[in-house]
């Protein structure tokens, strides 16, 4: 059974700094893409960072406009884990995170599974 599980959210204030994780079961970590999605209370939900699998070693990643010199996402295969540092926390931010993983080997998306997100506030 394939299981995604976010952890590290919580309150921070405006310029602080949070790592989200995601640990991974139930599949080939390895050799999917995944990505972070995050849902701002009363809005629809907004791709934030994606990350290719790492099998080939080419680490490739990439960002919304609006996160991009703020957030790093990573992955450590060898834990089966995805992380996303957050630096520079601004009060837009807040919002529940998920983590995804790609349906299909070699591409970022769709997905076809989620976790139940790990919910960040960033707020005075």
């Known amino acids: 059974e394939v299981q995604l599980v976010e952890s590290g959210g919580g309150l921070v204030q405006p310029g602080g700094s949070l790592r989200l994780s995601c640990a991974a079961s139930?599949?080939?970590?390895?050799?999917?893409?995944m990505s972070w999605v995050r849902q701002a209370p009363g809005k629809g939900l907004e791709w934030v960072s994606a990350?290719?699998?790492?099998?080939?070693?080419?680490?490739?990643?990439s960002y919304t406009d609006s996160v991009k010199g703020r957030f790093t996402i990573s992955r450590d295969n060898a834990k089966n884990t995805l992380y996303l540092q957050m630096n520079s926390l601004k009060p837009e931010d807040t919002a529940v995170y998920y983590c995804?993983?790609?349906?299909?080997?070699?591409?970022?998306?769709?997905?076809?599974?989620w976790g139940k997100g790990t919910l960040v506030i960033v707020s005075s």
């Open positions: 995804a993983k790609a349906l299909f080997v070699g591409t970022y998306y769709p997905y076809d599974y």
């Open positions: 990350i290719d699998s790492g099998d080939s070693g080419g680490g490739f990643t």
């Open positions: 139930g599949f080939t970590f390895s050799s999917y893409a």
